[in-house]
């Protein structure tokens, strides 16, 4: 018990690079899933294509191997040079990004047809009807799955401890070893995580709350 | 002055020819009721006009504007074409006034002061003024189908497009919507409308156009043709929709 909570403060720095790593990361995966859904769902043909390849890779590998390509296979090639966290937080995006340009598709296709009909009908264009219309009613739609996302994304950010980026995990490696109490030190670190994806959680309720569809 | 001229026009899903050869003019301030048997065409033509639908070959030009030309701004023309669905189709993510101001902020400029003035002002025409603030998944069908009449004359537009627009109302609800229509009408706004009310064509419209498959069969003075249709077709219709 003495152990877990002198370990603490170490463990509460480890949280803060998760945290970090977390948010930076979710948001450009956010982007990248925006981006990339959007791109299947244009009529052109290499753009669909390129989404696609893009979504399949990411799904078929497993994340670690993702994680060894980008921080040792890239850094390998000559002309590039990453250091742990944005190796780290690259990969994590591009993976969310799959995941997030999947759900995104689904929710833009759930909205009805009649919706850009009457947007069209009064003059909006095309990109205006996706950006006043249906975007605002998918990202609504889809905010469950969202955080869903989010939640797998944050504890993905636990095996970003292989390519020895002092996060949350990592440190409680750190303390385990150091202070031979594997048990309470591993227990703490689960329950931090528990925390914060509760945390998460009722955030994610109360926006969806506020922003339903009525 | 005629507003819409329609030339030619034949409209194809696939093998299936959907509209065969139509050609008709329409007149500013002038009413005109299309009807007809189910997958007759009437809905495609009247999105043709819009061009929601592609068109196979023809012309349409609607206030001077040829719709089908790929080098002018649709987006343009459109705003001068309201338009009114079966299903409402109001934005559910907006409020009543926000429903009937989008258009005018974001296409015209407006300012939002400006816009809910002509936003509330709309909504007073059509008997909802108490509703601005509401979600439409708060009002009626019957309440929502003024709403969406609303939106799209706040584009002022110089044509007004209906399909269908009582059809999916619950009867005590259809009057209201048909009054604010027949309002419409009488302020001069120029109106193409699909409908299977047969009193409100005989009444409200200038003129009734008869679709079947694919054609205009018979078209004329509605007291003229509901009462003495020339063609075989236009009768067997009329005697069953005026029967039921
Ligand atoms: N997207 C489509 N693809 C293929 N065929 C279609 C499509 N839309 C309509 N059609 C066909 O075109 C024909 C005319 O349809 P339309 O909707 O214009 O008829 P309508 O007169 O409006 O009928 P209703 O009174 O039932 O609304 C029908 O035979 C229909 O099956
Ligand atoms: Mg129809």
Redesign the pocket.
């Known amino acids: 018990m003495d152990a877990a909570i002198n370990a603490l403060p170490y463990l509460m720095q480890g949280l803060v690079t998760t945290l970090y790593i977390f948010g930076v990361a979710i948001i450009i995966g956010f982007i990248i899933g925006l981006i990339v859904a959007l791109m299947r769902l244009t009529h052109i043909k290499p753009l669909q294509w390129i989404a696609k390849i893009y979504v399949n890779i990411i799904r078929g590998t497993p994340l670690l191997v993702q994680i060894f390509f980008i921080y040792f296979g890239l850094n390998s090639l000559s002309f590039i040079s990453l250091d742990r966290e944005v190796a780290g937080i690259i990969t994590i995006a591009i993976n969310a990004g799959a995941y997030l340009s999947e759900n995104i598709r689904a929710g833009i296709q759930s909205i009805d047809k009649g919706q850009t009909e009457a947007s069209r009908s009064l003059g909006f264009s095309g990109g205006q009807t996706m950006r006043f219309i249906i975007l605002p009613q998918a990202l609504r739609r889809m905010l469950p799955t969202f955080t869903n996302q989010a939640i797998i994304t944050l504890k993905d950010t636990s095996l970003l401890s292989v390519i020895g980026i002092a996060d949350l995990t990592q440190r409680g490696e750190v303390q385990a070893s150091a202070t031979f109490e594997s048990f309470a030190i591993w227990t703490t670190v689960g329950i931090i995580y528990f925390i914060i994806i509760y945390i998460l959680t009722l955030l994610s309720n109360f926006v969806e709350r506020r922003y339903k569809l009525r | 002055m005629s507003i819409v001229q329609v030339k030619n026009l034949k409209k194809h899903?696939?093998q299936?020819e959907?509209l065969k050869d139509i050609s008709v003019e329409i007149s500013e301030k002038e009413v005109v009721c299309v009807i007809?048997?189910?997958?007759?065409?009437?809905?495609?033509?009247l999105r043709c006009l819009n061009r929601l639908e592609e068109i196979t070959s023809g012309t349409i030009l609607v206030n001077g504007h040829e719709m089908t030309d790929n080098n002018s701004d649709i987006n343009k023309f459109r705003q001068e074409v309201g338009m009114v669905f079966q299903q409402f189709n109001l934005f559910p993510h907006k409020t009543v006034l926000q429903n009937i101001t989008l258009a005018p902020i974001k296409l015209k400029g407006k300012s939002k002061t400006e816009a809910d003035a002509l936003g509330m002002a709309l909504l007073e025409k059509v008997g909802l003024k108490e509703k601005a603030n509401s979600y439409p998944s708060q009002l009626s069908g019957g309440q929502q189908q003024r709403v969406a009449i609303a939106r799209a004359l706040a584009m002022e537009p110089k044509i007004m497009l209906f399909?269908?627009p009582t059809s999916a109302l619950d009867p005590e609800m259809v009057g209201d919507v048909l009054q604010v229509m027949k309002d419409l009408a009488t302020e001069g706004m120029t109106m193409v409308i699909?409908t299977?009310e047969m009193g409100f064509a005989r009444d409200v419209c200038d003129r009734v156009i008869f679709?079947d498959g694919?054609y205009i069969v018979e078209e004329g003075d509605p007291k003229v043709l509901f009462t003495n249709p020339k063609h075989e077709r236009t009768r067997s219709f009329l005697s069953k929709v005026l029967q039921s």
């Open positions: 899903y696939g299936t959907v007809g048997p189910s997958g007759s065409g009437k809905s495609t033509f399909d269908e699909v299977h679709m694919g």
